[in-house]
C-alpha cells in the first residue's frame, strides 16, 4: 500500500517523533510510505521530503530576526502593536484560507500516487482546502490524527469552556472578539465548506477527544475512530529505579515526584492547582506516621522554573529541559509517581509513557487520563481543579508499601502494553483503513 504522511514539524525533533514513529512502522509492515514536512534539513532519511527549501528556510530565519528586532524597537518608542490572541487558546494561525502550498507541489513532492493520506500537524502547512484537493486528485481517503482540537474548530487549539465549535464559532473569546462574523465564524465556515465534499476521517487518541469531536459541528456526521497515542516500548519500560536515581544524583531512599512540561508556567498545565496540591501535601505529611515527612523529593523538567521556584514546599532536582528521548525515559523511571495536573488538555501524552515505565499516574480527570488512571490500579484520578483530592492521590501513591508499589507498577506496564504499544496501535491503524 501507498502512504502519503503529512507533518509541519521536523519529524527528527520534539512533536516531529510521533511522525517518524509511524513512518517508521508503516515501513516495517511493508508499505510504501512518504513523509512530506515543513521544516527543511538536508540530512533526513530515505522517504522523508521537504518542501521547504534551503532558500525559504533561510528566508524564513531572517525574516523573523527582523520581526524580532521591529517588535522590540516598537517596544522601546512605546508604539501600538495589533492586538494579538489569548495565548491560552494556541491560536498559531490566524486565518485558515492561507494556502501555503499549491496541492499539486504536495504532490510533486511526494512521487508516489496515494492509496491512503495521514495528516498529522497542518498549521501553517496544509489547509483544508489542501486536504480536499488531495483527496479529490488521487481518491485516497484522508485519515487526520488529533492531538488537539484544532481539527473542528474556528482556529484555537484549545476552546476552555467556549462551546462556538458546535455550532459556527465567531463571538471568540480566544480573539478577545464580540463579532459573531469574525475571523473564527469565517475560518470553520472555510473548514465546512471542504469537510463536507471530503472523504475524511478523524482519529482521536483519548474519549475525551472523540467526545467533542462527535459533537463539533464539521465532525459530527463524519466517521470518528479512537486510537491512543503509542510509546515505544523498548525505551519507555520499567528499569532498576536505585540506578536511575543513583545515574540522576538523586538518594535512593527518597520518594520522588516527577512532573513537567515544555513551559510550565502555562495555564492549562495547571500549574497553580499542583502547588496548591503540594502545599496540602506537605501539612498532611508533617508528624504523620507514613515516613513521607522530609523524605519526598520532586524532580521536574522543562522551562520557566525560575517563576515557581520560590513556591515550592520540598527539595527538589530540576532536569531542564528534556529533548532526547532516554532522558524523558529516564525522569520517569526515578520516579514514584507522575503528577499530571493539566486542566485543559487533549493528552497529555506524559501519561501514556509514564505507565509505559511502570510509574503510576495522579491527574486530573482529564485528557487521557480517564482512558488509562484506574485509582488503586494504575494511579489516581483526582477531580478536576480539586488540589485537595488530588494531594490525598499523591499520598495514597506515595504510602503504598513495597509489595503494592509492585503491583501497582505492573499494572501500569501491563495496561500500556495492552493500549499504547506501537503494534497495538499499527493494527488499529490498518485495521480502520482496511474497512
Known amino acids: 500500500m501507498n502512504i502519503l504522511l503529512l507533518n509541519t514539524h521536523n519529524p527528527l ?35 522523508i ?12 530565519i531572517i525574516l523573523a530576526k527582523f520581526e524580532w528586532r521591529l517588535n522590540k524597537i516598537k517596544k522601546i518608542l512605546r508604539l501600538k502593536e495589533k492586538s494579538k490572541p489569548d495565548p491560552d487558546y494556541c491560536f498559531f494561525q490566524l486565518k485558515e484560507q492561507k494556502l501555503v502550498y499549491k496541492t499539486k507541489t504536495l504532490l510533486r513532492k511526494a512521487k508516489i500516487k496515494p492509496d491512503v493520506i495521514i495528516v498529522l500537524f497542518a498549521k501553517n502547512f496544509i489547509n483544508i482546502k489542501n486536504i480536499y484537493e488531495l483527496n479529490k486528485i488521487t481518491s485516497a481517503p484522508i485519515f487526520w490524527i488529533m492531538f488537539d482540537m484544532a481539527p473542528f474548530t474556528g482556529g484555537c487549539h484549545y476552546a476552555w469552556e467556549c ?18 462574523y469574525d475571523v473564527s465564524y469565517n475560518n470553520l465556515l472555510y473548514k465546512k465548506k471542504y469537510i463536507d465534499k471530503t472523504n475524511i476521517h478523524l482519529i ?16 459530527k456526521n463524519k466517521i470518528i475512530h479512537k486510537i491512543l497515542l503509542s510509546i515505544d516500548s523498548s525505551v519507555f519500560k520499567p528499569t532498576d529505579k536505585e540506578e536511575i536515581k543513583s545515574k540522576l544524583g538523586i538518594p535512593a531512599n527518597k520518594k520522588v515526584v516527577f512532573f513537567g512540561s515544555v513551559v510550565l508556567t502555562q495555564k492549562r498545565k495547571g500549574m497553580c492547582y499542583l502547588l496548591e ?18 523524605n519526598i523529593l520532586l524532580l521536574i523538567a522543562g522551562m520557566g522554573i525560575d517563576r515557581i521556584v520560590e513556591s515550592l514546599p520540598f527539595n527538589f532536582h530540576y532536569l531542564g529541559k528534556l529533548t532526547d528521548t532516554y532522558e524523558i525515559a529516564s525522569a520517569y523511571q526515578a520516579a514514584d509517581v507522575f503528577i499530571c495536573p493539566s ?4 493528552g497529555p501524552m506524559m501519561i501514556n509513557q509514564s505507565l509505559m515505565c511502570g510509574t503510576p499516574v495522579v491527574s486530573f ?14 494511579g489516581y484520578i483526582a477531580k478536576l481543579k480539586d488540589s485537595a483530592d488530588m494531594a490525598q492521590g499523591l499520598y495514597n501513591v506515595l504510602s503504598l508499601d513495597m509489595n503494592d508499589c509492585k503491583r501497582i507498577s505492573d499494572n501500569c506496564r501491563e495496561l500500556a502494553l495492552k493500549l499504547c504499544s506501537p503494534e497495538v496501535r499499527m493494527n488499529e491503524i490498518e485495521k480502520i483503513i482496511e474497512k
Request: with cysteine.
Open 13 to 47: 525533533r520534539e512533536a516531529g517523533i510521533v511522525a517518524f514513529d509511524i513512518f517508521n512502522q508503516f515501513i516495517q509492515r511493508g508499505h510504501k510510505v512518504r513523509l512530506l514536512v515543513n521544516s527543511y534539513n538536508s540530512h533526513y532519511p530515505e522517504g
Open 343 to 346: 486542566i485543559e488538555d487533549s
Open 277 to 294: 496540591s503540594l502545599r496540602i501535601l506537605k501539612e498532611k505529611t508533617k508528624g504523620s506516621d507514613s515516613g513521607l515527612d522530609d
Open 163 to 180: 462551546k462556538g465549535y458546535l455550532n459556527s464559532c465567531g463571538n471568540c473569546p480566544g480573539l478577545f472578539s464580540t463579532n459573531s
Open 49 to 60: 521530503v521537504s518542501v521547504e527549501t534551503s532558500l525559504s528556510y533561510w528566508g524564513e
Open 365 to 378: 480527570e482529564m485528557g487521557v487520563a480517564p482512558d488509562l488512571i484506574i485509582s488503586g490500579q494504575t
Open 204 to 219: 482521536a487518541a483519548s474519549e475525551w477527544q472523540y467526545r467533542q469531536a462527535k459533537v463539533s459541528s464539521l465532525f
